[in-house]
């Protein structure tokens, strides 16, 4: 059973930085791709980064190139998020999936395997 599960979101001030992990199992994780996507209260659903686990090519949208970083350690099936320079508009709930990571935003319904999420706030 392919599972997922996302942590490490909290509270934090504008400014601050958190590192979320996304924790798999019941596939085979190298390969796959790790997708994080967030959604904001009130909106749709957005793919903002992606890792591939087989060749380790990352994407980030735009609106988060600088600020966050994918990162995976295939040893632990983990893939992290590090979030630096928070800003209020970060605040969603984010999201893990598993499936392809290309140089695009990936959209939610190319995603059959999810986690729970992990939901940011971020005070200003």
């Known amino acids: 059973e392919v599972q997922l599960q996302a942590f490490g979101g909290g509270l934090v001030q504008a400014g601050g930085s958190l590192r979320l992990s996304c924790a798999a199992s019941?596939?085979?994780?190298?390969?796959?791709?790790i997708v994080w996507f967030r959604q904001a209260p009130g909106k749709e659903r957005v793919g903002v980064s992606c890792i591939s686990n087989s060749d380790g090519s990352t994407y980030y949208d735009d609106s988060v190139k600088g600020r966050f970083t994918v990162s995976s350690d295939n040893a632990k099936n983990t893939v992290y998020l590090q979030i630096n320079s928070l800003k209020p508009e970060d605040t969603a709930v984010y999201y893990c999936?598993?499936?392809?990571?290309?140089?695009?935003?990936?959209?939610?319904?190319?995603?059959?395997?999810w986690g729970q999420g992990t939901k940011v706030t971020v005070s200003s």
């Open positions: 999936a598993a499936g392809s990571c290309r140089q695009s935003r990936p959209m939610p319904y190319d995603y059959d395997y």
């Open positions: 019941g596939f085979t994780f190298d390969d796959y791709g």
